[in-house]
Every structure is written in C-alpha cells, then in structure tokens.
C-alpha cells in the first residue's frame, strides 16, 4: 500500500514519470514549466491531499478541502480559496469523467500560494492482507499532510527490502501512531480502537469515522502500544486507495476477518463521489 510518487510536466513527460504512471502535472492551472519543478525540488516547504478519482468525482471533497485550508492557515497563516483549488483540479482532469490518483500540492514560492496538481494512474488496494513492520519513528507535525517524509519512506524501503509491505510508526516508549502512508484500525473483538497518539486524520479513516458509528461499528480512541498488539483479534489499514487487512505485525499474525473487512468497505463504499 503505497503513495502515488514521480513528476513531470505536461505534454512533455520523461520516462521515469511514465514508470511512476505520471500522466499530468500542472502549476497553477498551466502545464509545470522547468522553473517551477525545480522550486520545489530543492524546497521541502509545503503540503497536499492525495484522493482517488472515479468518472472526474471525489469522496470527500469537502474533507480535502479543509485539509488544505487548514494547512495553509498553520504553515503561512494565509487563507486559501477552496473555489481556486476547485477550479485547478478541473482544469488538470479537462472536463473529462477519468479515473486518476490526483494529489493537490499547495507551496509558497515568491510570497504567494501556488497549486501544483498531478495525475497518475488509478489505485485500489488489493485483498490479500498486509505484512508490517514496526519502526521507532514518529512523524514531526503529524497532523500535517507535509513534504516532510524523509523518514517513513526510509524506513519503508528497509522494511520493503525484508519483504514487509507497510511501517507501523511508532514512538519512544512504543505507543503506536500511524502507518507510513495509513492510518491503523485495531479488532479487539467487540469494538474497533483507534490509537491516540499523534497522527494524520487521514481522509479515508475521517469518512470512516463518519459513517461507522451507523453500522454498528463506533470506535474508540486509546493508546495502544506495541505490547499490546498480541490482544487484538485484527488489525486494519486505510488511506485513499481503501482499506485492506492486515496479516503479520512484525512475526505476529492476525486471522483476516473478511466479515468485517467488508462492513468497513461497506461504510467507506457508501460515501457518495462528488462533484470536484
């Protein structure tokens, strides 16, 4: 379960970006020039959204948008305009109902707030479950959907290499956070927990908070540590590709249970696609 990565400009993309299933990027509603890759290649400073799109719609869109507003807000203290954004991510899909990964970065460069929109090849998640490994890291300003990923891609390439699928981020006494591009439900057997350490409110798992509570699924919020995860009877990632199952924490494994895979799909799948 990974991020959609790589860059190009429109019109104009290079191999490596075709490798990645790059197929647009745009700078404030134009086609990305050398300039303006080059800004944000040696400036870490800004932040985005990463959504799926399905016939040009989106889940959640106000949900991305407040993301985005609020980030904006936290890093610059400048107000962005959700109609702007709106309209950038129209222009890059062309008035076409495609299917796309789309990601929404905002950076500042010359004092001004700047979109840069990029199209990829449509993802889902698949349905084998998941193996994952523990790593002691924690992202800074976790609640922040920043460029500032050094550190869990690092260590997904470590875990990557010894065959794991995913990094449970975790902090100096052990108390879990986040996946390296998820966020994690526990199965304790009668409710779902969400740990309460610091993270990023992922978009999918805001809309699953939404609807769960209707199915008969209201989570609660604890902390739960690395000590703690033999007692859960199975475990659960999600971002915008969708949810999956998880099968082995780090040499522990967890039966897959397809019945409440399918009822946390089941709230997710019912969330409407909107209008961009």
Known sequence: MVNEDGAGVSGGLGPLARELGIELVEVDGRAATADDLLWRAVRGDGHFTAAQVRGGRVRGVGVHLERLRAASRELWGEELDPGLVRERVRHALGGRARDAALRVYVHRPA?????????????????????????PYVRPFAHVKHLGGFGQTHYGRLAGREGYDEILLTGPDGEVAEGGVTNVLFWDGERLVLPTA??????????????????GLAPVRRPVR??????????FLANSRGIVAVGEIDGHSYAVDGALLRRLRAVYEAVPWEEV
């Open 226 to 235: 690395l000590a703690d995860l033999a007692g859960f009877r199975a475990v």
């Open 111 to 135: 004092g001004a707030l700047s979109l840069m929109v990029t199209l990829a090849a449509p993802g889902e998640v698949g349905d084998e479950p998941l193996r994952v490994r523990p790593v």
């Open 198 to 215: 610091p993270a990023l409110a992922g978009t999918t798992l805001t809309l699953l908070e939404q609807g769960l509570p209707a199915a």
